[in-house]
């Protein structure tokens, strides 16, 4: 592969520049029969639009999906199913500047060495978040997939935002509240917090990162192929994929690295006549198979890299040091936004792990 | 894919039991050319070998690696290299009680409702470290490779055993250190405490985790292939395959997330006429792609499962609750020999993306 | 894989339905900095309209490519680039009836089983010829990039229609006539006789058969991978991808069964200082490696399905044998509109392999 | 990948050179609970061996199958199964002449420039028919596989040697016989000149090619997944892949290409309640599906290339032409050991597809 395909079984392949004409995705391998309108996705793609209160930017991304394939009166037909969005309020002169001037942090500068200057560097071209609204559009249908078939949840949200860490709730508080407020934090007082956090570093013409944490119910014991593909080591995969990811872990995750063998494995029990581990340090996930317990990833973001600070770069042009300001419209805080980027990955993981186990059949039951 | 296959150009299969016949692994696609004996993989295997002065177990690994294919007159040919090492002083039957009886943390529950009972459960069979010997065959060719073509040097080391960290150390000091003491700690000092930590836990009838820490000095700019096989993607999956690792990161990591956009980014500067990062909290990939940096990356891994203490589980004869305390040998932290894992899984994942983006030979030049 | 995937670097995903939105395909693997424009693709696309002389149907299939992605300031940057064209002139309700009363020789039937009635029966769906027009647009950028870094070209032509055998050419003949006839017969008076030969079935309400064969000269010595991607292997299977493949064979093909080894055997002569062999039964293919010589493949395409004759088939509403005439536009003979698609076939494995035996940059130099 | 490995969910790695240590594969992806002795495999290694009655050579090719992995208490555990035969009676000092005079017909010069020299050339090293051995150790998997789950049978015989054809037997008369023949022809009259063909040859120091074919009998609807992954396109990379193939057909094959629509659509019928085509013109696959009949396919048999004749080389020690005489010990035709070998690659085809459609279990039940 040359990079922009994910999954053996449930396919997804990326497409799409943030300047280009547009961003989208295939999905090849969703089985027959699931009932799949745009407005399944468009309800997820909504999820992932910038916030006005939050960000600087008055770029309005109103991405609108279209389903070009692979959906027959309303079902999906087993074959490539294409979507997209067009982009649209594509103002590309905020980048001519940066053709030659790499933004710190960013691609930008690798980009242009590996791609021998061919890329198209406006507005980070491949390198863009934007690319995510292509992940959420195949997450969507995988959400409705492991939903429809398994009954699988996926709950994202903002564990922290620049240092704020959300406390002291349970998974229902976080299910409830994330999609109620714009930094997508699992309880209101924390949202109140990160959104002043994220306000601050705004004002100063600075950006902030966080964590987002994702959990999936419901999913049955024996999914992942280790010992490569195990689980785990595929979610990890694609969620550092994910633009700004920095770090992954699973259940205790880096702090089980501080704890001995007696703390950390989780008893096994029984519980309505069912083998259940007592806790769940493991987050769900043990030798590279699920569990049957709640799965458990943390994914660490680092801080936009671009800002309206002068930052230092250097002039391709002449290869001598230059000091560089940001201009254009952008996020401070990706961390809200990549919540529902990050559930899309665990659906399309988890899907692709469902149908490598033998746990999707190829062609759904028709609905009524 | 079924799961026991990684890599697109430079490929591992792993194969083999912890109480089979073998461990072994099968590498496709390193290119015609490369000098290789058996001595220069049976150094690497060695290094993973435990250290009697640290463990209770008098298993004797005594690992010997044979090449069964792919080595013509002292050179590879780029067909595929088969290697493996035939298991001795396999002692079984401390294992004849777990068949029923899950280890607590293990994958032997999670295994035996996968593969319908039919898993061979022995020293948990797939499951075991022990398999990780097939890795560390294909990545002392992936690192003979790496540094004879493009000078790429792989250094591992154990950052951080039971708590204990090391600190205030250089890369030089790590290099030089990291194989002189049985811990891998980058300085003697840290190796001194560490060694304390496991002996203590395992005086306890317990077990201890800690973090490895893996840096690629030389790795050229591009290597890496957005969106999805980014470089940092694939090396997280690589990593987290690997038994035991609960997360991972690179760079500043997790910490990246407390930091702004402003402390975070690496600006760019002139050294030597060349375009570099003054600093690296990047960790060498930014964007999916290499930058020319070092790589760096940390893993977590959780204390070992097996301990002597008694635990809670389930005996699945009669689905009761049972009490069990694990004989046999183990190692009270598998820290330490994780490190010539982990650095050989960096290494398989920089020679598969080295060749991908073309900057491998299909064949090298014959040496003198 | 799911299905609609071919390729290892240079791969190319197919998508859309006869009846559906539109055909197209994305390419993930090109190589940055080929000059591409909608032209180069429209090229080879118009090269696969129906010519109105041969066929009875009115179905204009004025199929406009439109280049989505991966290609700016006209070169293509190294990212994935969607393709397609808009369906119009779509007459679904000619399909209505065949929602149950599968076409004999077509795959309805198969389909509709395989996909629990969820596929889109119209014209096909996934199982039409159109499909190949999303083959064409990919086979256009691998042809281009084939004969800008290679050299390489690639001629295929109809060599037998309905019985009807083109005899006594050369490869220049071929050339030079092939695209100047609506048949794409390499000589004139195999045109004249082919074209009769259609006109004839057509007129009878029946259809006829044919043979492609293609050549591709300047391919360099050593592409394919064996054991299993050996060239010609990876060529069998795009060959016979093709709907209405019904075998193919290199060189001698099936002749080479009852040769001798002495009759067969290409021997070896140097020619300007080179290795080359004397003839080419093999076909430019010897162990699944191409030897310099021109590659040879031909395939045979059985008569389409779709007459206009009755045929027996079965109703599916009730399970009784019925007959059926099919009713809308079909070609008579699909060989002449199958050459550039065996053409594209040909490109895009020849592309992959190139790029696979490390003859092809990742990054062309920038024309002038 | 990079060659040696096929399929996507039964997975064969195909190792070992014809003068190495051993030839073998692996297996990856083999449902858990498949009853798996040695001696299934070695029944089926055993109908590849050399007929002494037949063949001037006197290696006797003892190959005794050694399972390494993935079977424990002699079922498979789901987990790779590793499989091997040493290599021995090698006479590699007939192959030092053939280091820088490569047999025409013969992969020799062709792999010497690919793999620069280093490739191993002793009888052909990878190159050789002699590791097809391990293409018939993972097909007797995937027949055991198919039969038990699926009732699949696979029938396959010497359909003509050196022009001689057999005539006027079913498909009972071919799977009663062709075992019981060393030439494996399905009836003794064409056994009986088949034999006396290639005798003829032999003695002339000439070789003889042939045709097989091969049919899977009780494959249900549905196998396949087209567009790109067809079944008749995957069975076509497969058979090609086979040593000294140059051609394969399906069903009516190139005489498709001479039938008119009429005569080649297969009518649907009813039969027992059933939907089944009144004949079998397509050999079993349409639109790349398989259709519930016969699969039935033909692969075209080069001779072999070792011949005794003197044939026309070249020396690459001083780039002259020279003659060769090719000693050593080799088949005047490989079509009857060729037999088994194509039975494999259906079954492991096969095996692949029925996994992919969702037609065989992870697990299977286990055995009384």
Tied chains: 1, 2, 3, 4.
């Excluded at 560089?324 to 952008?330: A, E, F, K, N």
Aim: glycine share 12%; with cysteine; aromatic share 6%.
């Amino acid at each position: 592969m040359r990079g922009n395909i994910i999954g053996e079984r449930f396919i997804v392949l990326s497409f799409g520049e943030s300047h280009g004409r547009c961003v989208g995705a295939v999905v090849d391998g969703c089985p027959a029969g699931l009932s799949l309108r745009e407005e399944d996705i468009q309800r997820e793609l909504d999820l992932r639009k910038p916030s006005s209160s939050l960000i600087s930017t008055e770029r309005r991304e109103e991405d609108v999906v279209e389903i070009l394939s692979g959906v027959f009166e309303g079902y999906t037909t087993g074959t490539p199913i294409c979507m997209l969005a067009w982009n649209k309020n594509v103002r590309s002169e905020d980048y001519a500047e940066l053709r030659y001037m790499p933004r710190p942090g960013h691609a930008d500068y690798y980009a242009h060495v590996k791609y021998g200057g061919f890329n198209d560097y406006r507005g980070g071209g491949r390198f863009s978040g934007r690319i995510t609204a292509g992940f959420v559009m195949a997450g969507a249908i995988a959400k409705k997939l492991l939903r429809k078939v398994l009954g699988i949840r996926i709950i994202g949200y903002s564990l922290e935002i620049g240092g704020i860490r959300a406390e002291d709730f349970t998974l229902e508080d976080a299910e409830m509240n994330r999609y109620g407020n714009d930094v997508r934090a699992p309880t209101p007082e924390a949202a109140e917090r990160m959104r002043e956090r994220i306000a601050e570093a705004r004002e100063r013409g600075d950006s902030v990162g966080g964590i987002v944490e994702c959990v999936a119910v419901n999913v049955p014991i024996g999914l992942g192929e280790p010992v490569f593909d195990a689980l785990d080591a595929d979610l990890a995969k694609a969620m550092i994929s994910i633009p700004g990811a920095r770090g992954v872990e699973f259940g205790a995750g880096f702090a089980a690295s501080r704890m001995t063998g007696s703390q950390h494995n989780d008893p096994l029990i029984i519980r309505d006549g069912r083998v259940v581990s007592e806790k769940n340090d493991a987050g769900g996930v043990v030798g590279g198979i699920s569990t049957g317990m709640p799965i458990i990833v943390r994914i660490a973001f680092k801080p936009p890299s671009s800002i309206a600070m002068e930052q230092r770069t250097v002039d391709l042009r002449d290869l001598r040091e230059a000091g560089l300001r940001v201009r254009g419209r952008h996020d401070p805080c990706i961390v809200p936004r990549a919540v529902v980027v990050v559930e899309a990955m665990m659906a399309i993981v988890l899907a692709d792990h469902a149908i490598r186990a033998g746990l999707m059949p190829p062609v759904l039951g028709r609905e009524d």
